[in-house]
């Protein structure tokens, strides 16, 4: 689109420098302890709460996460933006239900819990299911949106763009291990948000202000609520549906939950879920919201979109001035390289220390440490070789691959929320119920690709929106979970001990631990009130 001045590129470069000194810096600034798995895979569990909160921020946001935030919202309006609040929600179900339970168990890894909780087939079920399930989506997306950056944005090739985007976030990642990782996030948290914020402003200075967007795309448009029949966002699945995803995601998910593994104590876990809740606010306004003002640009006559997702291209092509668009392109990339960056992390804890390390249990600390670095520069390896198959998938197959993730969060999401609050479900229940959710979810998914051929009772579960199935999974797998727990014996003690809330943990006594208990009780409570008026503005 030739989009890019020379200003542009010096901002681009200046931010690619920085990327790379920050990463040097916190990978030499406690270099003694780097041969420790500790400090490779969880930072030495030293990460203060304001590094954890940006680098749950930032690891989620991605390229084809801004670029598709933006496409909705250009498409139909706000009502995708709910995912991005109940994410608050879910955060701080993360750091008051979860935390405690994650940090006083001392893993590493969500599969490594699930042992813990259940037995070493549960683990097994989910580190597979994870390791494949990032390989084939999150690497996969991550890449091809690098690469679509770049050719529609800076006019750079597709396979050299993603090229460049796997080879340099993949140096500093292998080297500097979860520490660069986290600390990268940081610095791109603020270039993410402050190129968003970019665009937000001077689209709506555009179009004259809030108010003359509202007058123009008109209220639907800036409502939240969907009626339960809409296919895309019904209430309902909104309501009900979409935290049970986010329970998956933000609470089990290893992709996430490693930056608060890594935190100094529970107090730094618990208040980094705290400030990215607060984060996850951002979204609506700085991300879908843009979509909006190029649509209603769009309605005026004053720019053309050829589809919805070129909504963020189009306003940085014609809004932004020359180095203005250096530095929102510059938060694309950080958008991009940090999620890239912590899935190739968070992929190589899983195979080191939940595959390598179960079949070779006598493995040293230098040992895991060198297969981590190995199996990161493998997914490297392996995202090179998959950038010629990207464009030989269809979109049509693109999308059902992606939709594999939401069937098969609800009997994760089951087995973990069940067994941390009932001490009375075992690992029989849990293994029934992660493979009935397996085998309905992967039948719905074959089911969704053949649908056109199918009728009846058949057409119905494929055609059900995915929201409202994932409830129906949910509900089937968690009475798998109790009714096969209740027809064998308890888990055993050790099974149950420190890991449920049989005995939960009471509120810190001492003065330092009560204030930041204090704080974080009503810093929660205000992001609960912030929801709710959000909530009741866009309806």
């Known amino acids: 689109m030739g989009l890019l001045a020379s200003l542009d590129w010096v901002v681009i470069a200046g931010y690619f420098v920085l990327v790379f000194g920050v990463a040097i810096w916190a990978t030499v600034r406690e270099r003694s302890k780097r041969e420790t798995s500790t400090d ?15 680098s749950l921020f930032a690891s989620n946001i991605g390229s084809e996460h801004l670029v598709g935030l933006a496409g909705t919202g250009a498409a139909g309006g706000v009502a995708v933006g709910q995912f991005e609040i109940l994410a608050s929600m879910i955060l ?77 976030t993949g140096v500093y990642t292998i080297f500097g291990g979860l520490r660069a990782v986290l600390y990268t996030d940081l610095l791109q948290m603020f270039v993410l948000i402050g190129g ?21 795309v008109g209220p639907e448009f800036l409502s939240l609520w969907k009626p339960m029949a ?12 979409a935290p049970i995803l986010g329970v998956w995601y933000w609470c089990t998910d290893q992709f996430i939950v490693q930056r608060v593994l890594a935190a100094k104590d529970r107090d730094h876990a618990r208040r980094g879920t705290v400030f990215a809740g607060y984060l996850k ?12 003002i190029a649509y209603a640009l769009s309605q005026q006559g004053r720019l053309q979109l050829a589809t919805p997702d070129q909504a963020l291209p189009t306003l940085i092509a014609v809004l932004l001035p020359i180095g203005l668009r250096g530095l929102v392109v510059a938060g694309l990339l950080a958008a991009l390289m940090s999620s890239l960056s912590s899935v190739f992390n968070s992929t190589s804890t899983l195979v080191t220390l939940d595959v390598y390390k179960k079949l070779r249990p006598e493995a040293s600390e230098r040992r895991l440490v ?18 010629p198959f990207m464009k030989l ?38 293994i029934a119920a992660l493979v009935t959710g397996f085998v309905l979810g992967m039948g719905r998914l074959v089911a969704e690709i053949g649908k056109q051929h199918l009728d009846g009772f058949l057409f119905a579960f494929a055609d059900v929106n995915f929201l409202h199935f994932a409830i129906i999974l949910f509900v089937i797998c968690t009475a798998v979970l109790v009714t096969v727990s209740l027809l064998t014996p308890p888990p055993p003690p050790h099974k149950v001990a420190g890991l449920t809330f049989a005995h939960p943990e009471p509120p810190p006594t001492d003065g330092l631990g009560r204030r930041w208990y204090r704080t974080d009780l009503l810093l929660s409570l205000l992001l609960v009130v912030c929801v709710g008026l959000l909530w009741i503005y866009f309806s």
């Open 40 to 54: 490779y895979f969880l930072a030495g569990r030293n990460a203060g709460w304001f590094i954890v909160g940006a």
């Open 92 to 168: 701080l179900m993360l750091g008051w239900l979860f935390v405690p339970f994650y940090l006083s168990s001392g893993v590493f890894t969500m599969p490594e819990f699930l042992e813990r909780r259940y037995s070493s087939s549960a683990r097994w079920y989910l580190a597979v299911i994870s390791i494949i399930g990032y390989v084939l989506t999150k690497i996969s997306v991550t890449i091809a949106a690098g690469g679509i950056v770049f050719e529609a944005i800076m006019g750079i090739d597709f396979w050299t763009g993603a090229l460049v985007v796997v080879v340099v």
């Open 196 to 216: 968003a914020l970019a665009v937000t402003l001077l689209g709506l200075n555009a179009l004259g202000g809030w108010s003359a967007m509202t007058d123009t």
């Open 230 to 241: 809409d296919p895309d966002f019904p209430w309902t699945g909104i309501l009900f549906g």
């Open 281 to 292: 606010l951002l979204p609506l306004f700085i991300f879908v919201i843009p979509g909006v």
């Open 370 to 387: 060198l297969v981590g670095q190995v199996t990161t520069v493998a997914l490297v390896g392996f995202g090179l070789l998959w950038i």
């Open 393 to 430: 998938i269809s979109g049509q197959l693109y999308q059902y691959l992606q939709s594999v993730q939401a069937y098969i969060s609800p009997p994760i999401a089951a087995v973990f929320l069940v067994g941390v609050l009932w001490r009375r479900v075992n690992s029989s229940g849990a």
